[in-house]
């Protein structure tokens, strides 16, 4: 089993930046993909951002890139999101995700086996 467990999550104001962080534990792999996730108020779970264990392949939403970047520690099987120029549709609960069975980070919540509890990220305009 794996367990994953964000931090960072908060209030700030539209404009300001957050930075979120990931740790992985338990049954991880040397080849992964991870990646972050989040679902607004009555909407659906939506991709966000991928990569790979490497660092060398990384995946945006349109919605994000440009503002947001994600990076992975894989020495401390961390994976953070730096999130700038947030906006107010940028609220909603973040999740990490992993994938130990692929190293391409897909973009589907269905190619990711496992979850974290998620961290609400709220922007005020």
């Known amino acids: 089993q794996v367990q994953l467990v964000e931090s960072g999550g908060g209030l700030v104001q539209a404009g300001g930046s957050l930075r979120l962080s990931c740790s992985a534990s338990g049954r991880t792999r040397s080849n992964y993909a991870m990646a972050w996730f989040r679902q607004g108020p009555g909407k659906e779970r939506e991709f966000v951002a991928g990569i790979s264990w490497t660092g060398g392949r990384e995946s945006y939403a349109d919605s994000v890139k440009g503002r947001f970047t994600i990076s992975v520690d894989n020495a401390k099987n961390t994976v953070s999101l730096q999130m700038s120029s947030l906006k107010p549709e940028d609220t909603a609960i973040y999740y990490c995700?992993?994938?130990?069975?692929?190293?391409?980070?897909?973009?589907?919540?269905?190619?990711?086996?496992?979850w974290g509890q998620g961290t609400q990220v709220t922007v005020s305009s």
């Open positions: 995700a992993g994938n130990f069975r692929d190293w391409r980070p897909g973009k589907t919540p269905q190619a990711y086996d496992y």
